[in-house]
T-cell receptor, first 111, second 117 residues
């Protein structure tokens, strides 16, 4: 079955540091890949997505590239802010549109 | 963006009682809604897929008689936890998918914290 493995946290960074969260997946077919973010006290929000190999999703300074050869979708941001403190979930969706989530990575950015 | 609401946000109930959680898509019609359960410091586990006007499809290991799902309209799905027990205490999250062949994005509600005493 489909599965997602992402880097376990927690991750603590200083402002303006570089952030990367690794995510790899196992799926049949050609899934869509997503990063969702959950800010404290809020519901999950779509951060970015990519629907086919070599696509790059980007939003709010975050980027992730769909790498079919390495079955990866690593999330990166060059300079984090305190407001980026949240839990980040990598997910995939196959033909039936069900989402399979990774375990989530808690990121804390300190001023 | 699309907004999904859940009600209540928190509920505390006694063991053996039933609890209903509502999930509404506020500004779009959702032919498909999903119900998830999130354990502390764990990922979201899909419980069931709710389709408007038809029976819900439950994931393996989820008791359909315990977690009753009704999707009576294009903007409302309900999850009823029947005869709740302390082990049912969890964070329940719904999501809604707008219709359309290209729609692989789900919009999530803020979640409902259920505590069973």
């Amino acid at each position: 079955g489909d599965s997602v493995t992402q880097m376990e946290g927690p991750v603590t960074l200083s402002e303006e540091a570089f952030l990367t969260i690794n995510c790899t997946y196992t799926a049949t077919g050609y899934p869509s890949l997503f990063w969702y973010v959950q800010y404290p006290g809020e519901g999950l929000q779509l951060l970015l997505k990519a629907t086919k190999a070599d696509d790059k999703g980007s939003n709010k300074g975050f980027e992730a590239t769909y790498r079919k050869e390495t079955t990866s979708f690593h999330l990166e941001k060059g300079s984090v802010q305190v407001s980026d403190s949240a839990v980040y979930f990598c997910a995939l969706s196959s033909n039936d549109y069900k989402l399979s989530f990774g375990a989530g990575t808690t990121v804390t950015v300190r001023a | 963006g699309a907004v999904v609401s859940q009600h209540p946000s928190r509920v505390i109930c006694k063991s053996g009682t039933s609890v209903k959680i509502e999930c509404r898509s506020l500004d779009f019609q959702a032919t498909t809604m999903f119900w998830y359960r999130q354990f502390p410091k764990k990922s979201l586990m899909l419980m069931a897929t709710s389709n408007e006007g038809s029976k819900a499809t439950y994931e393996q290991g989820v008791e359909k008689d315990k977690f009753l799902i009704n999707h009576a309209s294009l903007t409302l799905s309900t999850l009823t936890v029947t005869s709740a027990h302390p082990e049912d205490s969890s964070f329940y999250i719904c999501s809604a998918r707008p219709p359309g062949l290209a729609s692989d994005t789900q919009y999530f509600g803020p979640g409902t914290r259920l505590t069973v005493l």
